[in-house]
């Protein structure tokens, strides 16, 4: 048999029994009365005994009527866990069985040389059939050579053993090693976002979603689910508070399967109608192939009736041919008289060819900050198909993005066809020291007009995006630039920025007149762990702050947009805001309260007054009302408060099911009302249990 030989040489070479007095063996509690002397023998005999009782041969080689020998080496560790190092046996599932039995031995007492714990290792031979048999097990007392070579020899058979594990043990989440993003929900990131900020760490936490591959370095998924797995033997009980609906392995593969749900009530206290709801059914479904390749995709139906402002939003952004965009969702079709039907879907390709490079291809979102807003590129938007590409190396992360989005206004739409655009995006995130890191973002929009299509120019990853505008023409796209910053204090406080340029004037600038032209937006913020000592409670304070006309354009399709949703900061432009964030958790129960107060600039759309203030990104920039003296608020100065109080319980960590309760206050104070912005307090009360796997955004 495979590796026999060589293991019989090392037993018999290296047989020794502890004769010092300083050395003692690992003790069972079934041994702890036995005088010193007997110690070695009682453990032998107690180690055999629980083999030979457990071991249950499988159907297949007693079918087989097979006659053989499984020859175990295991290791008893210095906290006396037991661990399977190598197991030599014809079959494959005489191999799983013993993995199996050996991970169901009891800790014992560790072994001690000079009164300190230490590792032991033993050779154990099990006959089979299995039938009345002396005792077969050896201690290993190696020399460093022959310890070299044993690990030498363990290393060979690890790949033999993990085939083995993966085919005929339990299910061992291979998703948290895996290519898959992370759903990204801010209270989901909250968990492990310490983690990725301590001092020292070579994470690059803001382009999202992360990959389970690049933040597992950092935390410990499998460890932090085992502790929240509830004691439960039934198969019901573990599928509702542990476990995927469906969990399956092989060899090379993997996949799960769980329903997804979405179900709220509610009740808004300045609706005309009597109750909010949404009623979300889907399915999730993940998987891989290989150590290389995964893949996922969630499919939704939705039907839902939110608070008045909220629908009244989501008609205000409606596409040619329909009622309404639930905002962050997608386009939606009448549900009775008062509600939508959204149905939604997301998927997407995940590959590591080398371990620099993550290329991902599909439909959803991005996100690129390290804030709850982002003023580069945000998660508002509806889904959108997509392909990016993260590259790793050194204290570098370069992430490139493309993205196919519609413009789906009547004035754009064609023979009832939406209008195609393209963004390409490069951010460079760089660690400068084990504080600091930088980062760089550029930008730029191009419609599919004039069968242009996909420019071939913006696929290379490298090049400055301003340069190819020059030569394919300055008004045949919108270039954006930025840049971000973050720097940690401490483990637990670091500060954050970030800065968007849309258009400058060096000139208007020195001058202090306000220009138009100043198109530019600020994000300060500052995030605290385990705030006043407190553990997994995070505090967040952020300001954003865009002027008017930031996002827009001169050609109104070429806007920084998607599906009459802003790819930015989810108020469009014209507004500063600040936000004020508390999160905690213990075990599965977590909290959120949240403030948002902002000033906004509307349009004032009346008969004599129908001039861009620079709030709405879809319209003309070049129908202002004034050039100079520009600032945010200008319009319609509006003063909103947005409040919320959420409690929750996590009911199964492994699909990341909620049952949660949550109360929001929302106050919107124009300084004057027009048909589109009107004044309005509102409280909405709202409760259910969703699968968390993207952010809701109803602070508008």
């Known amino acids: 048999m495979k590796y026999f030989a060589f293991i019989l040489i090392i037993c018999f070479q290296s047989f020794a029994i502890a004769q010092e007095n300083n050395e003692m063996p690992p003790v069972l509690d079934s041994c702890k009365e036995e005088p010193l002397s007997n110690l070695q023998k009682c453990f032998d005999t107690e180690v055999f005994n629980l083999l030979f009782k457990n071991y249950k041969v499988p159907q297949k080689v007693t079918e087989a009527n ?412 919108n270039a954006i630039v930025g840049a971000s910053a973050k720097y940690k204090l401490n483990d637990n406080f670091n500060v954050y920025s970030q800065f968007v340029l849309d258009e400058f004037s060096l000139n208007d600038v020195k001058g202090g007149n306000g220009s138009w032209k100043n198109k530019f937006g600020l994000q300060l913020g500052a995030k605290y762990y385990n705030a006043f000592k407190v553990k997994d409670l995070m505090l967040q304070a952020e300001y954003n702050a865009v002027r008017p006309y930031t996002y827009s354009h001169n050609s109104i399709i070429l806007n920084y947009a998607h599906n009459n949703q802003p790819m930015a900061h989810l108020w469009g432009a014209n507004f500063r805001e600040l936000v004020l964030i508390g999160r905690y958790r213990k075990d599965r129960v977590f909290g959120e309260a949240k403030l948002i107060a902002g000033i906004r600039g509307f349009d004032i759309n009346n008969s004599t007054d129908n001039f861009n203030y620079g709030g709405n990104i879809y319209r003309d920039e070049v129908d202002r009302p004034f050039d100079s003296g520009v600032k945010i608020g200008q319009g319609i100065k509006t003063n909103t408060i947005n409040a919320s109080v959420q409690a929750g319980y996590l009911i199964n960590p492994a699909s990341n099911l909620k049952v949660f309760a949550n109360i929001s206050y929302r106050n919107f104070n124009p300084e004057a009302e027009t048909m589109s912005v009107l004044n309005n307090s509102i409280v909405w009360f709202n409760f259910g249990i969703r699968t968390d796997l993207f952010n809701w955004y109803f602070d508008l």
């Open 66 to 477: 097979y006659k053989g020998e499984v020859v175990i080496l295991f290791e008893v560790d210095k906290k006396g866990g037991f661990r399977t190092m190598y197991v030599d046996a014809i079959y494959p599932e005489l191999k799983a069985e013993a993995i199996l039995v050996i991970k169901t031995f009891p800790k014992v007492k560790p072994a001690t040389y000079n009164s300190e714990p230490t590792y032991k290792q033993y050779s154990i031979t099990l006959k089979i059939p299995l039938e009345d048999q002396t005792i077969s097990i050896e201690d290993l007392a190696l020399n460093k050579k022959e310890k070299q070579e044993l690990n030498a020899l363990e290393t060979a058979a690890k790949k033999e053993l993990d085939k083995v594990n993966a085919t005929y043990t339990t299910y061992d989440n291979r998703a948290y090693r895996s290519q898959l993003n992370i759903p990204f929900s801010h209270e989901n990131y909250s968990r492990f976002e310490r983690a990725t900020n301590l001092i020292g760490t070579n994470s690059h936490t803001a382009s999202k979603p992360f990959i389970y591959e690049d933040i597992s370095a950092y935390y410990d998924f499998e460890a932090e689910n085992e502790a929240l797995k509830k004691e439960t033997q039934s198969w019901v009980g573990k599928k509702l508070w542990n476990e995927h609906l469906v969990q399956l392995q092989g060899e090379d593969y993997w996949f799960t399967v769980d329903p997804i749900f979405d179900l709220q009530a509610g009740k808004d206290t300045d609706a005309d109608f009597s109750n909010t709801f949404n009623n979300t059914r889907g399915i999730y479904i993940q998987g891989g192939l290989g150590n290389k390749f995964s893949f996922s995709a969630s499919v939704y139906e939705n039907q839902g009736r939110f608070a008045q402002y909220f629908n009244a939003y989501a008609e205000s952004i409606a596409p040619s041919d329909g009622p309404a965009i639930v905002p962050g969702r997608g386009i939606a079709k009448r549900f009775k008289d008062d509600a939508f039907d959204y149905p939604v879907a997301e998927a997407y390709l995940s590959y590591t060819p080398s371990k620099f490079i993550n290329v991902q291809f599909g439909h959803g979102k991005n996100f690129i900050g390290d804030g709850y807003r982002s003023l580069l590129q945000s998660d508002v938007a509806s889904p959108y198909p997509y392909l990016k590409l993260n590259t790793k190396f050194w204290k570098i992360k370069y992430t490139n993005t493309y993205t196919w989005l519609k413009d789906v206004r009547p004035e754009v739409t064609e023979d009832g066809a939406f209008l195609t655009k393209y963004i390409a995006n490069h951010y460079l995130s760089w660690n400068v020291n084990k504080r600091l890191n930088l980062g760089i973002f550029e930008s730029v929009i191009w419609a599919n007009t004039n069968n242009r299509g996909f420019d071939i120019n913006y696929l290379n990853p490298i090049i400055f995006y301003r340069a190819i505008e020059f030569e394919t023409g300055q008004d045949a796209g």
